[in-house]
């Protein structure tokens, strides 16, 4: 029975301990253990096993026994501990629930309180708003009292407003009434003068509604030109272009006439003599359009120039007698309004003349005209013009060509400018002639249009000035012969100061200098032609406006007469330095004075340079490029002939070096050679002189070296010949007169130390040791001195 009772008291137990999982993984975050008793799924029997796994373990039961019994009695006290504890904590939460009931009576109270007094506040603030609430309601209803009051009193005044404009409207017509009484659209014109009542008219129609006054305006003028468009009808003969004087005339009587009876009928600030001009011009340059589109056929040049002439001698007229202040076209203003010019190119420039070129009559009078900024009436009739000026443009393109043919004519009539040797290089008279005639084809044109004939007079300009460059420049320059005849020694022996080689004779030398001052000038000319034509035409025509090509055209002229020069002196130097290569150089004795080949070259130098540098004195910059040129030119070519010198001998080489010093020296001295005033050369020029006759001067040093031993020699040569390669150094050892089988082994040793030339200061220190100067040499290369001494 007791067994039964305490397995009924087990199963008791797990049932009431059994936990759901969510607390026991809580209890287990909470109390984390290790011990199998605390695990939820504990089960006796394998713990039971797990103590006495074996039977020989059962021998310390009784050891573990006593240790689950005073573990079950640490655990009673601990239970014992915590229900006596709850017992406690059940009285403390009674007295603490009590204490809280009181607080809350408290609170209570003490809310009550404070909301009787907040509905006493709230009274209290009610009854102070009171009369601030009454002026409120007085202030808004003051404020819409005043904005009726407002809106009535607008309404009124419209009314009235409209009353006065009615009466205002029905003044104006009867005003307008009064003026068509007077001046009838069909009729004639009043023969009295002025009314008086008109005038008062004109005065109340100054202060009513603007349109009364245009309208008085507009109908007044009609009236006033109905006359003009009856007696030039495009029907009568009074109307064409070669009487267009007659319009201009019969609108002078017209003004004068207006003063005389009108005007003081008008009010000052109306300018009605300056409105009927305005009007005038209007009407007149719509009837010239018309009919002069009917007639196109019929119009020439003079008759248009004529036409254009004296329209803009009358505008003129305008523009001295009145102010431009009823003008209303801002574009027509607009276009006669180029920016002021700094182009050199038309300084100090007279005022143009219309007929000055076109129209050769003594009886035209035309009065200085003002520039076009000026003139606020500038083509407000003489617009009309511009359709058709394409025969002013097609009469200049026939005149510019017959002035290239005229000056075709005369080069060859007069022949070349003569030699001048005191101001530089005579420019060609007709490249002023042209210029000079562009200008006023560029002046003339632009005061009849800024528009698309200046585009069409450019392009006419770009024609004639590459028919210039071709026919008057590059068509006169001399032309080379070929001849290919060459110098002995003993011819060289014979020539004398003064002996004609060179290719060109003096004139000839002249005139290519002549011919290249006048593209220089034709170039910079050019340029400022470009600048104005710019200036002269509308801002949105410049970038049409491009004569590059042109220029490039004078500049090609430039650079062909430096190369003729160049290949003159050139040429007539071949000979010296072909002498010089077939001289026998490896039997020259003893090392004397410069040898006749050099003499030769000096004296073409002589001949040449000094009419060159006279005739471009004026173009110093194109002297300096001459002489570079031929620099470049004289010197490798000098350097290849001297390469066709072999063999040479010691002696031979020593001379040659002297030679080629003297070259130098006077290439040095080539810009002023000849002259009174010496000048120091150009680094650019000198520059290239002293590189290339350095270079021919290391190559002779090469040549006088001994070859033996081969590095030393090799060594020697890479260190004198900056841009030394087996090329060069095998025209050195052909120089020499080595054999074949001699150069092999030394170019083979070359090509190894090629890589890898010696530089740094170690480097500089072998080459010292590695080159070694024999006495011999060293006593040949004194005495070689001793003797360029001796020759300077």
Request: proline share 5%.
């Amino acid at each position: 029975m007791m067994e039964e009772e305490e397995l009924e008291f087990v199963e008791e137990l797990e049932a009431v301990l059994q936990l759901t999982p969510d607390v026991q993984l809580a209890i287990e975050q909470v109390f984390p253990s290790q011990d199998p008793l605390d695990r939820a799924d504990f089960n006796a029997v394998e713990y039971i096993n797990t103590l006495f796994p074996t039977e020989q373990s059962l021998a310390n039961i009784d050891e573990v026994v006593n240790k689950i019994r005073l573990k079950i009695r640490r655990l009673d006290d601990n239970i014992r501990t915590v229900v006596r504890g709850q017992t406690n904590v059940g009285q403390d939460g009674r007295q603490a629930l009590e204490e809280a009931q009181k607080a809350i009576q408290q609170l209570f109270g003490k809310i009550k309180d404070i909301k009787d007094k907040a509905e006493k506040s709230e009274q209290m603030v009610k009854e102070i708003t009171r009369d601030i609430k009454q002026l409120d309601h007085a202030k808004r209803h003051l404020t819409t009292s005043i904005t009726t009051l407002n809106h009535l009193h607008m309404l009124a005044g419209g009314v009235d407003s409209l009353e006065v404009k009615a009466a205002q409207t029905e003044l104006g017509q009867q005003i307008l009434a009064d003026f068509e009484e007077a001046f009838p659209s069909q009729g004639t014109k009043r023969p009295g003068g002025p009314s008086n009542v008109l005038r008062d008219a004109c005065l109340v129609a100054n202060i009513l509604d603007p349109r009364i006054k245009q309208e008085i305006i507009k109908k007044f003028i009609k009236q006033h030109l109905s006359e003009y468009l009856v007696l030039f009808q495009e029907n009568q003969d009074v109307a064409w272009l070669d009487k267009i004087d007659r319009r201009y005339a019969w609108i002078k009587r017209q003004l004068v006439d207006y003063e005389e009876k009108y005007g003081r009928m008008f009010p000052r600030e109306w300018y009605m003599t300056e409105r009927i001009a305005v009007e005038f011009c209007h009407v007149t340059r719509t009837e010239l359009a018309k009919i002069m589109r009917t007639r196109a056929k019929e119009i020439e040049v003079k008759l248009l120039l004529f036409a254009i002439q004296r329209t803009t001698n009358f505008e003129g007229f305008l523009a001295k007698r009145f102010s431009g202040c009823t003008l209303t076209d801002g574009a027509l203003k607009k276009l006669e309004s180029p920016p002021q010019s700094t182009n050199p190119f038309l300084e100090d420039e007279p005022a143009p003349e219309m007929e000055e070129l076109a129209i050769e009559k003594g009886d035209l009078d035309q009065p200085k005209k003002p520039k076009a900024p000026d003139n606020p009436f500038h083509g407000i009739v003489s617009k009309c013009f511009e359709p058709h000026l394409y025969v002013y443009i097609e009469s200049q393109d026939k005149n510019l060509g017959e002035l290239i043919d005229r000056f075709v004519a005369d080069f060859k009539a007069q022949g070349p400018p003569k030699p001048n040797t005191d101001e530089g290089g005579a420019v060609l008279p007709s490249c002023a002639d042209l210029f000079v005639y562009y200008k006023k084809c560029m002046v003339q044109c632009s005061q009849l249009s800024t528009g698309e004939p200046m585009i069409a007079l450019t392009t006419i300009f770009q024609k004639y000035l590459r028919e210039y460059a071709w026919k008057i420049l590059s068509g006169n320059l001399p032309k080379t012969t070929s001849s290919s005849g060459g110098l002995t020694i003993s011819s060289l022996l014979k020539e004398k100061e003064g002996s004609e080689v060179a290719k060109f004779t003096l004139e000839e030398l002249c005139l290519i200098c002549s011919i290249l001052s006048t593209a220089e000038y034709c170039l910079a000319t050019t340029q400022q032609l470009e600048e104005k034509l710019k200036e002269k035409v509308d801002v949105s025509l410049t970038e049409r406006i491009n004569l590059t090509g042109e220029m490039d055209t004078f500049s090609t002229v430039i650079s062909s007469s430096i190369q003729l020069l160049v290949q003159d002196l050139d040429a007539a130097c071949d000979p010296a330095l072909t002498a010089m290569s077939k001289m026998q150089w490896q039997n020259v004795e003893h090392v004397g004075d410069q040898s006749p080949y050099v003499t030769s070259v000096i004296l073409h130098i002589k001949q040449n340079v000094p009419i060159i540098r006279d005739n471009l004195a004026s173009t110093r910059k194109y002297f300096t490029q001459f002489c570079i040129k031929f620099a470049n030119s004289f010197i490798p070519k000098f350097i290849t002939h001297l390469f066709k010198c072999k063999p040479i001998s010691m002696v031979g080489a020593e001379q040659l070096l002297l030679d080629t010093h003297s070259l130098k020296m006077v290439l040095l001295d080539l810009p002023s050679i000849g002259s009174q005033v010496v000048r120091k050369a150009p680094a650019s020029y000198t520059k290239i002189v002293v590189k290339g006759m350095t270079r021919a001067e290391m190559i002779l040093k090469v040549v006088m070296a001994p070859h033996e031993p081969l590095v030393v020699f090799v060594d020697n040569y890479i260190k004198l010949l900056t841009d030394c390669n087996t090329e060069t150094f095998q025209k050195i050892l052909d120089m020499k007169g080595l054999k074949r089988s001699e150069q092999s082994s030394m170019l083979e040793l070359l090509r190894q130390r090629l890589p890898t030339p010696p530089s740094g200061p170690e480097g500089s220190g072998s080459l010292s040791l590695l080159a070694p100067t024999p006495e011999q040499e060293s006593s040949r290369i004194r005495k070689l001195e001793k003797l360029i001494k001796k020759r300077l």
